[in-house]
């Protein structure tokens, strides 16, 4: 079976179609639109441009963060969701898991949603490789609760993320905003490696609308000319 990154081009090339059909039929709905309907589609538009710029920006911010390194590998877990393992440490009653847009705090991202089952943890797993040649690895994500919960008193919700068996990052939520996260982790360079996303309702699942925001592995490697890093 091909691995997620053996069909990223293949993808690519559907997402690529996929756009400019929606491009094509949204603008065939718009000359539909009266002059109110258009100003306000104008507004929502530079709304959007605003999230993606900001998003991109805090990436630009963070690869240039690390020194004397480009960015040579990238691993993206909504792509892989498909070969992705779903689930739950007792029962999966109730349990969501989907690839969708999510809107945390009114900013909108594609996000792996995962509402925790009633009980116990619920567990979104991938194995995948790094390649040789990656010299520093970093996880990228952000945490959220969408938009529309009615989380309050005692219900929370705890996330968590272990990399080969060991926990590495954990919070609890309850508020509707994005919380962005870069991790560092060990090179393994051109080892196999298990990375789980954990949601528990913590006793109460009732609005847990968890939802993990573009989550991305980046690996680097010497830039070209750079002098070696110790």
């Not at 995962?114 to 990228?140: D, F, K, N, S, W």
């Amino acid at each position: 079976m091909p691995t997620p990154n053996t069909r990223y081009n293949t993808r690519s090339d559907m997402r690529h179609d996929m756009r400019k059909e929606t491009v094509a039929a949204i603008v065939r709905r718009i000359s539909d639109l009266n002059d109110q309907s258009l100003t306000q589609l104008s507004q929502y538009i530079s709304y959007l441009k605003w999230q993606e710029e900001l998003w991109h920006a805090l990436l630009d911010d963070e690869t240039a963060a690390v020194q004397n390194r480009a960015l040579i590998w990238q691993y993206d877990f909504l792509e892989a969701f498909p070969v992705a393992r779903v689930a739950s440490t007792r029962s999966s009653d109730l349990m969501e898991v989907k690839v969708e847009t999510a809107s945390c705090g009114m900013v909108q991202q594609p996000a792996l949603w995962q509402h925790p089952p009633v009980l116990g943890t619920g567990v979104v797993e991938y194995t995948l490789a790094v390649p040789p040649g990656v010299e520093q690895l970093r996880l990228r994500v952000a945490a959220g609760i969408r938009d529309g919960a009615l989380m309050e008193g005692d219900n929370q919700c705890a996330f968590r993320i272990f990399v080969n068996g060991a926990r590495l990052w954990n919070t609890i939520k309850q508020s509707t905003s994005w919380e962005r996260i870069t991790l560092d982790l060990p090179s393994l360079s051109g080892q196999e490696i298990v990375v789980q996303f954990m949601t528990d309702a913590l006793g109460d699942n009732r609005w847990n609308w968890a939802v993990w925001g573009e989550p991305q592995l980046l690996g680097y490697g010497p830039k070209p000319g750079a002098p070696p890093v110790d």
